[in-house]
């Protein structure tokens, strides 16, 4: 595998090793709304030189005296820290150390650009003045009010006059992809001849499309042998308008290009630029049919990420790749099963090569037996059939009612199913409730008699089920109500009454104990588990009868 190697002033590369130009402190900077100080750039850029990238666009010197003193403290800090060596995907390399990382600012093709840059970059062990100037007909007329011939010419003067600072030069015809070709090609030859070491091709707008795209960059290379000769880097900046950004760029390396300009979460101007990590992962994990690489330490990319995220405040989607909360992520069933078989049945990366904490099983309403089954044996459950079977139908009920369930969930639901003993009299089948500010509280309840003794004392058959209603001072005391009706004990009395929060969040479960004190004065106290709080209440005095009837079994079990 391929990896840039050479450690002098120019990050050039060896034929097959990408080099990674990360620009999240210029172009990402220039997305609206961030700001970033030199401390906090000072704080990306080491994060970026331990991600391993070749060279970090530090900013725009000449745009503020507060972007001149960044770029000057990236080079002074940055700039001059040796990095160790860490091994491509991951494996932490021998003890060797390597350059500190090429530190870049932007500047116009004017002197006083030029010359700011090369003072900011001045105290970096390496470092890169990128200039450039538009090409395109559009910008030229409207943004620049100059021809072919004088663009040509600012251009080589502005290329030579970097070249006194530094030996490495990077240049970028701005507005490539709406060049005219022509021109294009004899503006990246004049920029060739006058010395620089890189030439970009930027998709400044994000017009381009991938086979197009990377015909230009073959193109180019075929029509300007000074390319190959003078072992100059084409490099590719691409916008992601179109959403091409990453497609353009990978398209332009199987074209020639040895250079990707990227940016830290896809952040930039617009729609941003083509993402870092998207753009890398896929380099590694293509590697088969592009057969190039990169020197990245990949394991760097998710806490990179979550770095320029925190200090730009541009938050990461969630079902953004390689990067965001859902990357490695599975809801249903099918792919949970697959998953937890083995993982590679539904990802493509290794969570562990991007930083990530791994494959997570997220159950919701589209989850099944599988996942659901694995989370009861992770907290420790064991359940026989009919639990489980049970346990599984309250959960997908609870799923649909809630979204995603938490293991905090998954207990619960468990705890409450093996509260209904295989000894229970009752059972509440279902519950329920009308009220509000008009109408007067009531209840309906479904319960099955499913203790033998109930079952004879009410002249039914065991499992038979019995409909009540009653209405109440609120839909709990109606519930209970009907509930009392329904198992024909009157003289029931609720004593105790206590919600707790088991779960957080608007849709958590509610835990609800209640004491009743029976027929003969002896209290019993019952649990019951809902998202609703009426129903947990219900569950709660059920189970509160079936205590008190399971004594009666107990002491007649005892008599002489
Ligand atoms: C595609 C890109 O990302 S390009 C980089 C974009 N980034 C930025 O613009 C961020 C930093 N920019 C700034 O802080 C300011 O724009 C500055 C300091 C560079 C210039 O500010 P101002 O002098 O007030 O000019 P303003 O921004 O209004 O206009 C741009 C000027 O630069 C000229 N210009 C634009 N690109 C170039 C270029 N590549 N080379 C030379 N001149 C250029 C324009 O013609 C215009 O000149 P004019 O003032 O003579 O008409
Ligand atoms: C300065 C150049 C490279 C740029 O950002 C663009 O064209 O998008
Ligand atoms: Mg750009």
Known sequence: MGRPTDVSQA???????????????????????????????????????????????????????????????????????????????????????????????????????????????????????????????????????????????????????????????????????????????????????????????????????????????????????????????????????????VANSLEAVRNGARQIEVAVNGIGERAGNCSLEEVVMAIRTRADLLGVDHALHTPELTRTSRLVSSLTGYSVQKNKPVVGANAFAHESGIHQHGVLADRLTYEIIRSEDVGADGSQIVLGKHSGRHAFFKAVEDLGFELDEAEAQNAFRRFKDLADRKGIVSSEDVAAIVIAETHVKADDDYELVSLAVTGGTDAEPSATVVVRLAGADVAAEAGRDVGATVTAEASGDGMVDAACGAIR???GRDGVALVSF???????????????????AVEDGQRFTGRGVSTDIVEASARAYVD?????????????????
């Not at 060797?96 to 932007?106: M, S, W």
Request: negative net charge; charged residues 25%.
């Open 544 to 560: 509160a009868l079936n205590r008190s009837r399971r004594l009666v079994h107990r002491s007649s079990e005892f008599r002489p």
């Open 11 to 245: 990050a050039s590369v060896v034929p097959d090793g990408v080099t990674i130009f990360d620009t999240t402190l210029r172009d990402g900077e220039q997305s609206p709304g961030i700001s970033l100080d030199a401390r906090e750039k000072v704080e990306i850029a080491e994060q970026l030189a331990r991600l391993q990238v070749d060279v970090i666009e530090a900013g725009f010197s000449a745009a503020s005296p507060g972007d001149f003193d960044a770029v000057k403290a990236v080079a002074e800090i940055v700039g001059n820290a040796p990095r160790a060596a860490q091994g491509p995907g991951g494996s932490q390399g021998e003890s060797d150390h390597r350059e500190p990382p090429v530190i870049a600012a932007l500047a116009r093709a004017i002197p006083a650009d030029i010359e700011a840059a090369a003072k900011s970059l001045a105290p970096a062990r390496r470092h890169r003045i990128h200039t450039f100037l538009s090409t395109s007909d559009i910008h030229r007329r409207y943004m620049l009010q100059a021809s072919e011939d004088e663009i040509l010419a600012q251009a080589v003067r502005a290329i030579e006059l970097a070249r006194t600072f530094t030996d490495d030069v990077e240049f970028s015809p701005q507005d490539a992809t709406r060049t005219d070709f022509p021109f294009l090609v004899d503006i990246v030859a004049a920029a060739v001849e006058a010395g620089a070491t890189t030439v970009n091709i930027p998709d400044t707008v994000g017009y381009a499309l991938p086979h197009d795209f990377g015909g230009w960059i073959a193109e180019l290379h075929r029509r300007i042998p000074d390319i190959a000769a003078k072992d100059v880097v084409i490099s590719v900046h691409c916008h992601n308008d179109l959403g091409l950004a």
């Open 485 to 487: 009706r329904a198992v």
């Open 498 to 516: 206590q919600v707790a929060a088991v779960t957080g969040g608007i849709d958590a479960l509610g835990e609800v104990t209640v004491t009743v």
